[in-house]
């Protein structure tokens, strides 16, 4: 299986909701990414997990709050987020080691109103 | 920080055509690869280059790796619509911290 999935495919949300966004793979990869893409533009790397643990994290705002509860799964807590937050959020995974090909999912389009 | 920048493209050609396009960097890198993006969707890896290696060929890809220029370029030979996407580069720094730069991407039209 190489597939990263990601859900949902649509998130719509207002400024003081609070959603999350998920991730999952079954590659056996101990690295784990969100990017965050606005249209046209490559993506942003936002955070980076090493084996469960968070290795990076692009001076991300708080209202992003990202989360690796097991080697698998990724989540991407959200709350309190603003219009210009509005973008494709990626997943990604690979091998924790250098020249690892990355692995993305199909991404989370979210609209903040 | 962005290490790899392509020129920004947008190339359209028509199909069987050969399709170039180039990236730049500016520090030491460990290895650089291209990606794809359809519209929308998530990015797909297409080939990888290690700094020690000057080309690198997969299928009807073949990249090259200048690290005097710091600059790579990717070709696709014969191309088809199904190659309509934007590519981008990215480049893993030299230490290789699983931290991948993207560069500024270049949007490639092929018409049927």
């Known amino acids: 299986d190489t597939e990263v999935t990601q859900t949902p495919k649509h998130l719509v949300m207002g400024m003081t909701n609070k959603k999350s966004l998920k991730c999952e793979q079954h590659m056996g990869h101990r690295a784990m990414y969100w990017y965050k893409q606005k249209a046209k533009k490559p993506p942003e790397l936002m955070f980076v997990y090493s084996y469960e643990k968070l290795s990076i994290n692009e001076s991300v705002p708080s209202r992003f709050s990202p989360e690796c509860p097991n080697s698998s799964l990724l989540n991407l807590h959200l709350h309190a987020l603003q219009p210009e937050d509005s973008a494709l959020y990626l997943c990604a995974s690979s091998q924790v080691r250098a020249l690892n090909e990355q692995f993305f999912g199909p991404g989370t389009r979210l609209t903040v109103l | 920080s962005q290490q790899g920048e392509e020129d920004p493209q947008a190339l359209s050609i028509q199909e069987g055509e050969n399709a170039t396009m180039n990236c730049s960097y500016k520090t030491s890198i460990n290895n650089l690869q291209w990606y794809r993006q359809n519209s929308g969707r998530g990015l797909v890896h297409l080939i990888l280059?290690?700094?020690?290696?000057r080309e690198k060929h997969s299928g009807r890809l073949r990249v090259t790796l200048d690290t005097s220029k710091k600059s790579s370029s990717l070709l696709i030979t014969a191309s088809r619509a199904a190659d309509t996407a934007s590519y981008f580069c990215?480049?893993?720094?030299?230490?290789?911290?699983?931290?991948?730069?993207f560069g500024k991407g270049n949007q490639v039209v092929v018409i049927p």
């Open positions: 280059i290690r700094s020690n290696e």
């Open positions: 990215a480049t893993e720094g030299y230490y290789g911290n699983n931290r991948l730069a």
